[in-house]
Every structure is written in C-alpha cells, then in structure tokens.
C-alpha cells in the first residue's frame, strides 16, 4: 500500500473517533483534519487541509500553539488545557495532547489530540461560582440553604444509635473522618452533623463529588487557579481556600482520579495549597471528612485509593449500616417521611395499612434510606385528599415492593458473601411473614428441614 493509500485509510479511520486530530506534515502543512476537530472549531475540513496552518490559524504563533512547538523545537505537551475562540467568536475548552513524530532524530509529522472538554468546564466553574456566592454573607441573608445536625438523625437501632454516639464524639475535635455505607444511607447528613456539631459551626461546610469531574478539572475545583498557569486561566480560589476555618466533604473519595491523591496528601500533611498554575502556597485550615460507598479493605485492594492517604484520611472511622440492617427503623422513617410529604403535597395521611407496614418492614432496600424516602413520597402523590390511610392503592411501582432475587447490581457494592447473606435473611424473614411465623410451614415452602431453618433463624437473630 503506497503512502497516499496509508493516508487516505487513516483520514478515513479518524473520523469516526470523537477526540479531534490534527496532523501537520514537517513543512506545517495540515494532513488530517477530522470531523470532531472540524466541528470543535468551527471550520470547514476543505478549508484546512492541506494548507499551511500559520495561513489557516493566523492568531497563533510558536509562543501559543503546541503544534507549532512541536514542529520546531520537537517538544511534546501532555494534557494542557487551553481556552481559546472558535470561528464562532465562542469560547471553546480542551484537553490537549500534541505528540512529535520523529524519524532518525528528524520530525516528520505533529499530532494533536483535543478533547471538548467545554461543558465540563463551564460546569465546573459555575460550581465555584455558586459556592463562592453562598459563602458571601450578603447572600446568606437571604437564600435559605439546609443545614442539617443531629436532631434531623432517626434512629432507634442499636447499632445505628452507636454510629450517632460515634459521630456526636467526632464532633468534639478535628480529626479528620472516613465515613462509609451503602448508597443511600445518609452518609452526608452525618457528615453536616458533625461539622454543625462541631467548633467550626459557623464556618463553611462544603461538599464536592471526586467522582463528577476528570482529574484536570477537579484539581482546579479543589485549588483554585492562577492568571497565567494555562490558557484561559483566572484567578480563582478552589474550594480547599472557600472551606478555609470549616469543613470539606470530599465524597464518593474511593472515586478521586489516583494522579490527585498525593497533592491532596501534602495539603493534609502541610496544610497549605498552591493553586493550578501559581507560585504561591496559601495557608488553609480546613477539617477533611471524606465519604464511601465501599469498604476501606476493598477500596486498598483494588487500589482506589493510596495508602498513605488513606491513613490521613481514616482518623476517625463510621460504618453507617444500611437500612436491612436496622429494621427498627423503618417505620419510624416512614413516619418521618409521611410528616414531610403531608406537607409539601398538603395531604392529610396519618398511617399504614397493616398490608403496607408488612411489606415495609419485609423489603430488601438496595437503595436503603433513599430508596425509603422515595416509595413513601410516590404513595402521598398517589393519595387522594380525602385519604387518610396508605395501603397498596397507592403504591405507582408495585413491583419496587416485591422482593427480587435477582438483584445482581448490588452484588459490586458489598462482596458476595455479605451479599449472599442479606439475601438469605430476606428470604427466611419472607416465607416467616407468608406463613404467619410457622416454623414447620416456612421450612416446607423452602424446602428445607425445619432443624436447618431454625439453626438459620437464630444465626441472623430475626425475631419469632
């Protein structure tokens, strides 16, 4: 296959990648231009090829264009960001990646691979924005923003009651807190109760998702950015100088890109920041409380999160158990939630049916305390005005009601074997229910002896 034909079948590969390419020949002539470049930056792919790009992109020079740089002085750049004006006059975000091809030390080609990273950016940035707004005590003074502590915590469970008393403890000092528990559990209720229990109540609490944004943007989130440190970029505090005095919820931590976790180790270690792109460190004094939705033994495992860092961050440890594990609490929410959703759909519901608190009581809960919330709200939307009492009627998705054995999606979550456990529970308590707490009986619809059942009765501690 001659030269011509290699390019042709390249050109014609690269347009189905959604990463723009651009390639440039040793003379800075464009070779490749493909259909996500084209459409990034607003020109027409006739327009570009094979023309020299100083003469297409006239605004950009070897102090401003990475592929320029590359072409002259061979030199690679690595995921730069750069904010630039398409043809459009809009402003346009990327990640940058621009590669020299050399051949017996001499460059024959510049790629470049941009990846649109706009919307993301734009996102990131109203984050901040937003924060730095709430953070502003003229504008406190008029948005109500829900704070919660511990009198919003219902729990009567013992081992709930425990993790409350733990967290009440944590309260008292600075340390920093790992907190983890099934999605849904209510890991960042504890989380705000800590920190308005706390000395630095009347200082910020601030909450961001490590598993929301790449790591190029949540490192600029976090720290903040300097004019200058890359194109586009502005002077901005990130949230670690937003939070200075209070307290940072760094949540979902088993998801923080693995290239960030030694600069937010030294931040904890030095207790200072620099932000992207500055010279300056800047002094913070922010408590860290971090959130997962698995446990420490498997996040190290499989290397989610570093060692060293999870030291730091694992001061003070909280188990929040998930709902199955609590059934004492389930009508005591349910309660809760009824009292809230009367409210908000001006209902007058003042109880359960005896077939609805069966079911409540029986059902697995993969979405634990949430998913809780949830079922209740749908029923009180249901509700006519001159209802009082929930039962069935009500329920729009039944079938979030019915136990399901095959609920494979939560099996990641928590292991197998836990999994597998929960499982079995359910399914005992289940056929006890049906069969009005007859041992014989549920031993028979289980196919079972009655010895084994009784054996598996005592061993989860379900009541008779």
């Given at each position: 296959m001659r030269v011509k034909e290699y390019m042709v079948l390249l050109q014609n590969i690269l347009q189905y990648i959604d990463e723009g390419i651009h390639v440039l020949d040793k003379d800075g002539n464009t070779i490749i231009y493909n259909d996500a470049m084209s459409k990034l930056e607003k020109m027409d792919s006739k327009d570009v090829l094979k023309k020299p790009f100083s003469e297409v992109f006239k605004e950009l020079n070897i102090e401003n264009s990475t592929l320029l740089k590359a072409l002259k002085h061979k030199k690679s750049t690595i995921d730069l960001k750069q904010t630039y004006l398409n043809k459009d006059g809009k402003e346009i975000s990327t990640i940058n990646t621009t590669i020299p091809v050399i051949v017996d030390g001499n460059v024959i080609a510049v790629a470049e691979i941009a990846k649109n990273i706009t919307n993301i950016k734009e996102m990131s940035d109203t984050i901040l924005e937003?924060?730095?707004?709430?953070?502003?005590?003229?504008?406190?003074?008029?948005?109500?923003?829900?704070?919660?502590?511990?009198?919003?915590?219902?729990?009567?469970?013992?081992?709930?009651?425990?993790?409350?008393?733990?967290?009440?403890?944590?309260?008292?000092?600075?340390?920093?807190?790992?907190?983890?528990?099934?999605?849904?559990?209510?890991?960042?209720?504890?989380?705000?109760s800590i920190h308005y229990a706390s000395s630095r109540r009347d200082k910020p609490f601030i909450a961001q998702n490590c598993a929301a944004l790449p790591e190029s943007l949540l490192e600029g989130i976090l720290f903040g950015t300097s004019r200058g440190g890359f194109t586009g970029a502005i002077d901005r505090a990130g949230l670690f100088e937003q939070a200075n005095g209070g307290t940072l919820l760094l949540d979902e931590i088993n998801s923080m890109p693995y290239e960030l976790q030694p600069k937010l180790l030294r931040v904890l270690q030095e207790n200072y920041i620099?932000?992207?792109?500055?010279?300056?460190?800047?002094?913070?004094?922010?408590?860290?409380?971090?959130?997962?939705?698995?446990?420490?033994?498997?996040?190290?495992?499989?290397?989610?999160?570093?060692?060293?860092?999870?030291?730091?961050?694992?001061?003070?440890?909280?188990?929040?158990?998930?709902?199955?594990?609590?059934?004492?609490?389930?009508?005591?929410?349910?309660?809760?939630?009824?009292?809230?959703?009367?409210?908000?759909?001006?209902?007058?519901?003042?109880?359960?049916s005896n077939e609805v608190r069966e079911q409540l009581l029986t059902y697995h809960y993969p979405g634990n305390v949430r998913e809780l919330e949830n079922i209740i709200m749908s029923s009180i939307s249901m509700a006519d005005d001159n209802d009082n009492i929930l039962d069935s009627r009500h329920f729009t998705i039944p079938q979030a009601m019915d136990f399901q054995i095959n609920d494979y999606s939560k099996i990641e979550d928590r292991g197998m074997d836990e999994y597998l456990k929960g499982l079995e529970k359910s399914i005992i308590e289940k056929a006890l229910d049906e069969n009005n707490n007859n041992i014989t009986r549920a031993a028979k619809s289980l196919k079972v002896k009655r010895q084994t059942l009784q054996h598996k009765i005592k061993k989860y501690n379900i009541p008779i």
């Amino acid at each position: 296959m001659r030269v011509k034909e290699y390019m042709v079948l390249l050109q014609n590969i690269l347009q189905y990648i959604d990463e723009g390419i651009h390639v440039l020949d040793k003379d800075g002539n464009t070779i490749i231009y493909n259909d996500a470049m084209s459409k990034l930056e607003k020109m027409d792919s006739k327009d570009v090829l094979k023309k020299p790009f100083s003469e297409v992109f006239k605004e950009l020079n070897i102090e401003n264009s990475t592929l320029l740089k590359a072409l002259k002085h061979k030199k690679s750049t690595i995921d730069l960001k750069q904010t630039y004006l398409n043809k459009d006059g809009k402003e346009i975000s990327t990640i940058n990646t621009t590669i020299p091809v050399i051949v017996d030390g001499n460059v024959i080609a510049v790629a470049e691979i941009a990846k649109n990273i706009t919307n993301i950016k734009e996102m990131s940035d109203t984050i901040l924005e937003l924060q730095d707004e709430i953070e502003k005590p003229e504008v406190t003074k008029t948005k109500k923003i829900k704070k919660y502590n511990f009198d919003n915590i219902i729990g009567k469970s013992e081992n709930f009651v425990e993790v409350i008393e733990r967290a009440k403890k944590s309260s008292k000092n600075d340390a920093s807190v790992f907190i983890f528990g099934e999605t849904g559990t209510g890991k960042e209720l504890i989380a705000q109760s800590i920190h308005y229990a706390s000395s630095r109540r009347d200082k910020p609490f601030i909450a961001q998702n490590c598993a929301a944004l790449p790591e190029s943007l949540l490192e600029g989130i976090l720290f903040g950015t300097s004019r200058g440190g890359f194109t586009g970029a502005i002077d901005r505090a990130g949230l670690f100088e937003q939070a200075n005095g209070g307290t940072l919820l760094l949540d979902e931590i088993n998801s923080m890109p693995y290239e960030l976790q030694p600069k937010l180790l030294r931040v904890l270690q030095e207790n200072y920041i620099r932000r992207v792109g500055g010279m300056k460190d800047i002094p913070v004094d922010v408590r860290i409380i971090t959130t997962s939705n698995e446990e420490p033994k498997k996040i190290l495992k499989d290397k989610k999160l570093r060692k060293d860092l999870y030291y730091r961050l694992n001061v003070i440890q909280i188990n929040v158990p998930s709902l199955r594990e609590r059934r004492a609490d389930i009508l005591l929410l349910a309660k809760m939630f009824i009292e809230k959703y009367n409210k908000e759909f001006n209902k007058e519901i003042i109880g359960l049916s005896n077939e609805v608190r069966e079911q409540l009581l029986t059902y697995h809960y993969p979405g634990n305390v949430r998913e809780l919330e949830n079922i209740i709200m749908s029923s009180i939307s249901m509700a006519d005005d001159n209802d009082n009492i929930l039962d069935s009627r009500h329920f729009t998705i039944p079938q979030a009601m019915d136990f399901q054995i095959n609920d494979y999606s939560k099996i990641e979550d928590r292991g197998m074997d836990e999994y597998l456990k929960g499982l079995e529970k359910s399914i005992i308590e289940k056929a006890l229910d049906e069969n009005n707490n007859n041992i014989t009986r549920a031993a028979k619809s289980l196919k079972v002896k009655r010895q084994t059942l009784q054996h598996k009765i005592k061993k989860y501690n379900i009541p008779i």
